[in-house]
């Protein structure tokens, strides 16, 4: 499998990346083709395209031994479910998929062609292995039964974001970071009112702490520029 | 990339196979998973969901050499698109991606669970890479703008199946065969009407030409099964 290029967005780390895409549409990601690929010609009518597939590694999460159930951290983190019946990275082919909204088409004059997605559920750096676009008409199921696949948004948290610290993100992540606590990142379901936790988020680190379905935000530190 | 699974349907070749999945519903296969994965725990809670996404091989199109761009047969055979910004299987990882309904799971006592699925656009015996849930909410998108990719509908034929031909079909073969026909299964757009064209499915071998949106069968021959 050869790597087609790599998304660069605002997640550095895996915490508070969405649990799915499509989830937070004021994520933006901009995809860049590896040397090989940077060629016009091959996203010639991409532009036509509302929507595009990404199959992608799950980077971080390769392991040398595949497990038959997963316990989905949306469902509380202690129902086990048959790994081909979730979307979890741990699987014995470490592929992710996600649908993406295409923003617009961008020539760098030495990245070639930059695709500007929005939505996308993938972190920082992650490699792509393959675009296709969305196709309307085979890909969308309005209809589908999706099970015990719980809906983001019935999980919607409150965020109290103090003034004082709202002040120090720069305006442009304001909104995103909103939507990114107000969707519950912590990385399983916890039920501690006391326990702080950590995200980082473009050049933020944020604190806060989750007390029922009420998030807190504690502090933000804007980091130097890398 | 290990193979997880198989599909096994009535497309003996490519000649004939949907252009994209779930265009002909009545298309069913069977996934048979590897013995390594034929473990039941793997798929628990599938049943809960409709529709299932296959990740899988081109296996019939593997190319050392990748051209940036292809020409779809669905636009007449002589427009070069970008291949990132079709579907083709000429792609520099040679990997699809079909949406398949997900009819029932059978469990078999010497291949355990067997995933029955219908639409399939894969060709009989291709590899499969993963299966994942399709999750309405994050996958489904039914106001995407699809750009050049054209609604198979519109190119249904006028399928003239002499009654007599017809008669050696087995009936369970009857309707899906229809269906094949009238999808237009010419590999590429022709415009000859005298040009004799032959295809299998399931255990027969079809001969047919096309003139106009006309297709008239000529010839059905069964084959012993094998």
């Given at each position: 499998m050869k790597i087609i290029a790599h998304i660069f967005n605002?997640?550095?780390?895996?915490?508070?990346?969405?649990?799915?895409?499509?989830?937070?549409?004021?994520l933006q990601g901009r995809i860049v083709f590896e040397p090989e690929y940077r060629n016009p010609e091959a996203i010639?009518?991409?532009?036509?395209?509302s929507h595009i597939w990404l199959i992608w590694e799950f980077s971080e999460a390769k392991r040398d031994e595949w497990s038959p159930t997963v316990r989905p951290p949306?469902?509380?983190?202690?129902v086990r479910k048959g790994v081909f019946a979730t979307r979890s990275?741990?699987?014995?082919?470490p592929i992710g998929l996600s649908s993406v909204k295409l923003e617009k088409i961008e020539t760098d004059p030495k990245l070639g062609p930059v695709l500007h997605v929005s939505g996308a559920d993938l972190m920082n750096g992650t490699p792509i292995y393959d675009i296709k676009p969305y196709i309307a008409y085979t890909?969308?199921?309005?209809?589908a039964v999706s099970g015990f696949?719980?809906?983001p948004a019935e999980y919607l948290l409150e965020v109290d974001f103090p003034d004082e610290l709202l002040g120090k993100v720069p305006m442009e992540h304001r909104e995103s970071l909103m939507a990114v606590l107000a969707h519950d990142p912590r990385p399983q379901y916890q039920d501690d009112p006391e326990r702080i936790y950590g995200m980082e988020y473009a050049h933020l680190e944020v604190k806060f702490k989750v007390a029922g379905t009420k998030l807190s935000v504690l502090e933000t530190t804007l980091n130097s520029k890398p």
């Open positions: 605002d997640f550095p780390k895996k915490f508070g990346i969405p649990r799915q895409s499509g989830i937070i549409d004021s010639r009518g991409l532009e036509e395209f949306r469902l509380g983190g202690n990275p741990f699987r014995p082919n890909d969308s199921h309005p209809e696949a719980v809906k």
